[in-house]
């Protein structure tokens, strides 16, 4: 059963921490993918990666970054928490091809930042 | 600029009811294609159906249909004979040929299905 694992499910951090979420997936896929969901604004991308050590900003890139040294796991980095990052944040994978592949989520992980 | 609009925010039926989720699209692309996902309690977004916009044929699996009209933007979700089990947040999403990793999300329709 292909899947996409992200570590936490529940987070809780306080302002100012730093903050991983990490992100694997088992089917040799290029491309992963971050996006936080907010409710009544869908789903927003924050980063996405095509390759290892290959990162693109998405929409809202602002206060997060992220890590990719290996081809199955992508990590998201909050340097320094902030309230209006409780979320629940998404990764996503998908295989590169000819037409746009559909994406492999994760269950997510809600943040909730003190 | 690619958008996705899903008008109905919260929908509530009986089980066995038929219901309609909309979504209206927009884009400048002549190429792109049409998503639906469904994320139940778990959390966990799973793909129902993927469209490109060269096929306007409506495509029916299970109780699930789908009517894609390019005319109005548009690629409805239909649910025949709902049950508790298709309680979820439905997200429909638009992806452009040559940007094949950027997918635009609309901003979801609650569905309950009430016993």
């Known amino acids: 059963d292909v899947k996409v694992t992200q570590s936490s499910r529940y987070l809780v951090k306080r302002t100012g921490e730093k903050v991983f979420l990490e992100c694997v997936q088992d089917m040799d896929h290029e491309n992963m993918f971050w996006y936080r969901q907010d409710p009544g604004l869908g789903l927003r991308l924050i980063y996405f990666s095509y390759d290892v050590k290959m990162k693109e900003k998405g929409d809202i890139p602002e206060g997060y970054s992220v890590s990719r040294e290996k081809k199955e796991r992508f990590s998201l980095i909050l340097e320094s928490a902030s309230t209006n990052q409780t979320s629940m944040y998404l990764c996503?994978?998908?295989?590169?091809?000819?037409?746009?592949?559909?994406?492999?989520f994760g269950s997510g992980t809600q943040l909730s930042v003190l | 600029a690619q958008k996705v609009t899903q008008a109905q925010t919260e929908i509530s039926v009986v089980e066995k009811e038929d219901v309609t989720l909309d979504c209206v699209y927009e884009t400048r692309d002549t190429t792109y294609y049409l998503f639906w996902y469904k994320q139940p309690p778990s959390g966990e977004l799973v793909f129902l159906i993927r469209r490109n916009s060269f096929d306007e044929q409506n495509e029916i699996s299970g109780r699930y249909s789908w009517n894609f009209q390019k005319s109005t933007s548009s690629f409805n979700f239909t649910i025949t004979a709902s049950q508790v089990v298709d309680s979820a947040v439905y997200f429909c999403?638009?992806?452009?040929?040559?940007?094949?990793?950027?997918?635009?999300f609309g901003p979801g329709t609650r569905l309950s299905v009430l016993p």
């Open positions: 999403a638009l992806s452009e040929a040559g940007y094949g990793q950027n997918f635009v």
């Open positions: 996503a994978s998908s295989a590169t091809g000819a037409t746009n592949e559909k994406l492999f």
